[in-house]
Protein backbone atom coordinates (compact mmCIF):
# COMPACT_ATOMS: atom_id res chain seq x y z
CA UNK A 1 0.00 0.00 0.00
CA UNK A 2 0.92 3.93 -0.59
CA UNK A 3 -0.13 6.61 0.71
CA UNK A 4 0.97 9.87 -0.63
CA UNK A 5 0.11 13.28 1.41
CA UNK A 6 -0.39 16.44 -0.05
CA UNK A 7 -1.61 19.91 0.60
CA UNK A 8 0.43 21.27 3.47
CA UNK A 9 1.87 24.51 3.47
CA UNK A 10 2.48 27.58 5.12
CA UNK A 11 -1.33 29.46 6.37
CA UNK A 12 -1.63 32.68 8.85
CA UNK A 13 -3.00 31.74 12.46
CA UNK A 14 -6.71 31.32 12.06
CA UNK A 15 -6.50 29.99 8.48
CA UNK A 16 -7.04 27.05 6.80
CA UNK A 17 -5.47 24.40 4.87
CA UNK A 18 -6.82 20.82 3.59
CA UNK A 19 -4.67 17.98 3.39
CA UNK A 20 -5.48 15.05 1.02
CA UNK A 21 -3.89 11.39 1.19
CA UNK A 22 -4.29 9.46 -2.00
CA UNK A 23 -4.09 5.29 -1.34
CA UNK A 24 -2.99 2.51 -4.09
CA UNK A 25 -2.24 -0.78 -3.85
CA UNK A 26 -5.23 -2.43 -1.36
CA UNK A 27 -9.16 -1.90 -1.36
CA UNK A 28 -9.04 1.45 -0.08
CA UNK A 29 -12.20 0.64 1.69
CA UNK A 30 -11.17 -2.07 3.91
CA UNK A 31 -9.71 -0.03 6.44
CA UNK A 32 -9.89 2.96 8.40
CA UNK A 33 -7.47 5.65 8.08
CA UNK A 34 -5.75 7.96 10.00
CA UNK A 35 -3.94 11.43 10.55
CA UNK A 36 -1.26 11.52 12.99
CA UNK A 37 1.47 15.11 13.37
CA UNK A 38 4.67 15.25 14.69
CA UNK A 39 5.73 18.64 15.62
CA UNK A 40 9.41 19.80 16.12
CA UNK A 41 10.89 18.57 19.30
CA UNK A 42 7.38 16.42 19.97
CA UNK A 43 6.29 12.51 20.02
CA UNK A 44 4.01 11.70 17.15
CA UNK A 45 0.24 12.25 18.09
CA UNK A 46 -2.73 10.95 17.22
CA UNK A 47 -4.92 13.83 15.05
CA UNK A 48 -8.26 12.02 13.45
CA UNK A 49 -9.46 8.64 12.52
CA UNK A 50 -12.41 7.52 10.28
CA UNK A 51 -14.00 4.24 9.92
CA UNK A 52 -13.86 2.30 6.56
CA UNK A 53 -17.52 3.15 5.53
CA UNK A 54 -17.02 6.73 6.67
CA UNK A 55 -19.89 6.57 9.38
CA UNK A 56 -17.51 6.97 12.80
CA UNK A 57 -15.00 9.46 13.31
CA UNK A 58 -13.11 10.44 16.19
CA UNK A 59 -10.71 14.09 17.00
CA UNK A 60 -8.21 14.68 19.36
CA UNK A 61 -9.42 17.23 22.36
CA UNK A 62 -7.21 19.69 20.66
CA UNK A 63 -8.48 19.92 17.33
CA UNK A 64 -12.00 19.03 17.97
CA UNK A 65 -14.64 21.27 16.04
CA UNK A 66 -11.67 22.80 13.71
CA UNK A 67 -10.60 19.96 12.21
CA UNK A 68 -12.67 17.55 10.17
CA UNK A 69 -11.90 13.86 8.68
CA UNK A 70 -13.73 12.75 5.52
CA UNK A 71 -12.85 9.74 2.86
CA UNK A 72 -14.14 9.23 -0.82
CA UNK A 73 -14.11 5.49 -1.09
CA UNK A 74 -14.55 5.39 -5.06
CA UNK A 75 -11.54 7.97 -5.31
CA UNK A 76 -9.26 5.94 -2.89
CA UNK A 77 -8.82 9.68 -1.19
CA UNK A 78 -9.01 10.61 2.43
CA UNK A 79 -9.17 14.06 3.61
CA UNK A 80 -8.67 16.48 6.38
CA UNK A 81 -10.11 20.01 6.36
CA UNK A 82 -7.98 21.79 9.03
CA UNK A 83 -9.63 25.41 9.89
CA UNK A 84 -9.53 27.74 12.68
CA UNK A 85 -5.41 26.76 12.67
CA UNK A 86 -3.22 27.99 15.19
CA UNK A 87 0.38 28.14 15.51
CA UNK A 88 0.34 24.86 17.82
CA UNK A 89 -0.72 23.00 15.11
CA UNK A 90 2.67 23.25 12.96
CA UNK A 91 3.93 19.80 12.43
CA UNK A 92 4.43 17.11 9.80
CA UNK A 93 1.36 15.20 8.82
CA UNK A 94 0.95 11.63 8.17
CA UNK A 95 -1.79 9.77 6.89
CA UNK A 96 -1.96 5.86 8.06
CA UNK A 97 -4.06 3.04 6.69
CA UNK A 98 -5.15 0.46 9.58
CA UNK A 99 -6.01 -2.88 9.21
CA UNK A 100 -9.12 -2.97 10.80
CA UNK A 101 -11.92 -1.22 10.05
CA UNK A 102 -13.16 0.50 12.90
CA UNK A 103 -11.84 3.95 13.42
CA UNK A 104 -9.06 3.81 15.81
CA UNK A 105 -6.39 6.11 17.76
CA UNK A 106 -4.07 3.64 18.31
CA UNK A 107 -0.99 3.68 16.28
CA UNK A 108 0.05 0.11 16.33
CA UNK A 109 -3.07 -0.70 14.41
CA UNK A 110 -2.01 0.99 11.29
CA UNK A 111 -0.02 -0.52 9.18
CA UNK A 112 0.70 1.73 6.45
CA UNK A 113 2.31 5.33 6.72
CA UNK A 114 2.91 8.12 4.13
CA UNK A 115 6.07 10.21 3.53
CA UNK A 116 4.13 13.28 5.58
CA UNK A 117 3.47 17.03 4.55
CA UNK A 118 4.86 19.95 6.38
CA UNK A 119 1.82 22.20 8.07
CA UNK A 120 3.44 25.75 9.27
CA UNK A 121 1.55 27.98 10.89
CA UNK A 122 3.00 31.32 11.72
CA UNK A 123 1.61 34.20 14.19
Known amino acids: VQLQASGGGLVQAGGSLRLSCAASGRTFSSGAMGWFRRAPGKEREFVAT????????YYADSVKGRFTISRDNAGNTVYLQMNSLKPEDTAVYYC?????????????????WGQGTLVTVSS
Open 50 to 57: ISRSGSTT
Open 96 to 112: AAANVGIATMIPRQYDY
